[in-house]
């Protein structure tokens, strides 16, 4: 299969580019590069063998889409070019809609002219409403997004339903949990410019890089206080890509994560396992739009897909260290 990554030099993309051609695909990457380097494709090259093609170019730029398209000929596009901080998504909201929502429009224009029928899209845990019942299905309700982020994927997901509705398009809408970890090889993973996420945070203080981690409530009602997420390491989640577009058909919405929720003090203490020491960390006030609990359940993915994440806590917290000591290149704001 061949098969265009939009935002394919990003974290996500990068190890879904390394499963894909590991199956035997061939991948095009199309990303601007505002949020990862050109640099990425060599790690890929390292880890598979095959080095790919990278496009820079935007994804609101739909001649750039069209062109790209011609001549890389995709049976599918995989659509993980997007902004997504929570965070800076209040402060810059448009910026938000902007580039998520009128990057899939721009897009499925530039599918639909060149005749691509099949579409997988990065959705996300943050498109359900919170105050429901964990484990959530697929069936849970969506909606009352804490943040522009959110909301943009809820606004996505609408824009790719109505699309298949209307056209013959194949959509597959994976809604991931929380990706952590990295490639087993250290050759690529998570390099943001500045971290938004809890294990880039702890991965920090570890390296001495700051000087703790603020821990935002040990008063929610979970197992130790602080607030429980479903933490999916970044390889499990690119195979679930690699399942995705061997089942295209219609309509379809999976999550993807493990099932298994864990605390901020049980993701700390996985890293401290790792380190065979304590990671400083300071309890912090709650932070704005912050919920107890957030868990997927997995089991329409198990079933249809086949999908079943490999991978543990301390497997993440080992590789997220090992690919930092390999390659950090420590901008903190
Ligand atoms: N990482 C997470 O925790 C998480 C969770 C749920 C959903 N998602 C979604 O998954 C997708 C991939 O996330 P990621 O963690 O790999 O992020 P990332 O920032 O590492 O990758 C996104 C890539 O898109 C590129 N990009 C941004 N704007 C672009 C534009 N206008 N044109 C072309 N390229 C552009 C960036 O340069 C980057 O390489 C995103 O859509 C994100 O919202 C991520």
Known sequence: MRVLLTGGAGYIGSHTAVNLISDGNKVLLYDNLSNSDASVINGIAAIT????T?????VLDEIGLVNAIEKFKPDAVIHFAGLKSVKESSL????????????????LRAMLKTGVNNVVFSSSATVYDSRQKMPVDENGIVGNAANPYGETK????????????????NVTILRYFNPIGAHPSAMIGENPVYPNNLAPYITEVALGKREYLGVFGNDYPTVDGT??????????L???????????????VYN???????????VLRAFCNVEERDIPYRIMPRREGDVAELVACCDKAKKELGFAPVYNLTDMA?????????????KIK
């Open 49 to 52: 063998g095959v080095k790919p």
């Open 54 to 58: 990278l496009i820079k170019g935007d």
């Open 92 to 107: 810059k909201p448009l910026e938000y809609y902007s580039t998520n929502v009128g990057g899939i429009v721009t897009l």
């Open 154 to 169: 809820i606004i996505c997901e609408k824009i790719l339903a109505d699309i298949w509705r209307r056209y013959s398009l």
């Open 227 to 236: 607030g429980v997420r479903d933490y999916i390491h970044v390889c499990d």
């Open 238 to 252: 690119a195979e679930g890509h690699s399942l995705a577009l061997k089942n295209m058909d219609g309509l379809k």
């Open 256 to 266: 993807l994560g493990t099932g298994k929720g864990s605390s901020v003090l049980e």
């Open 318 to 330: 080992r590789s997220c260290l090992a690919y930092a000591r390999k390659n950090f290149s420590g």
